[in-house]
């Protein structure tokens, strides 16, 4: 569909029409980030299903693989790694947990602490979703040349900073 006949593109028409005083265009790419942020996870979320997770149990699984030998951190930082409250982040931990995928147990270093862990099986799973996943985004991004991408990149990630409360986050 071309962007002149798109839903946003007739939703600002009819701004346009029925108040022509008000500068309907950044719509036009908020609009857009919108709706394609929905489609987007709609999409991402067809590979986490097929693995029986869901897109935060993923985030968590993803952000203990990140972290490297022994594959672990704790719930704190779990919750900023994957921006949830650490209540939400306790949700997907006990779920984690009861699917023999991740361990929580008393730090070392801090016996009021605690720490999450991948366990084998679950160290096998997102050795095994990551590159799915992978694939899947290129896919979505497939109607871009690598210039695009990269263009695209650059100038998402400028905008981000503006928001981001700490430099160098990573999804």
Known sequence: MSSSVDRVARIQR?????????????QGV???????????????????DKHDLTEGEFDVLAAL???GEPFERAPGELAAF???TTGAMTKRVD???RAGLVTRRISDDDAR??????????LALIDLVFPEHMDNERRLLGVFTERER???????TKWLAQFED????EG
């Open 166 to 169: 700490q430099p160098g986050q």
């Open 113 to 122: 602490g605690r720490v999450v862990a991948l366990t084998a099986k679950g």
């Open 150 to 156: 990269g263009q695209l990149e650059s100038l998402l």
């Open 30 to 48: 908020i609009g857009r980030l919108h709706r394609l942020a929905a489609v987007l996870t709609a999409e991402l979320v067809v590979v986490y």
């Open 82 to 84: 994957t921006m949830v």
């Open 14 to 26: 009819e701004w346009a029409k029925e108040r022509p005083d008000v500068d309907v265009r950044p």
């Open 65 to 67: 693989r990140r972290a």
């Open 95 to 97: 779920r984690l947990i």
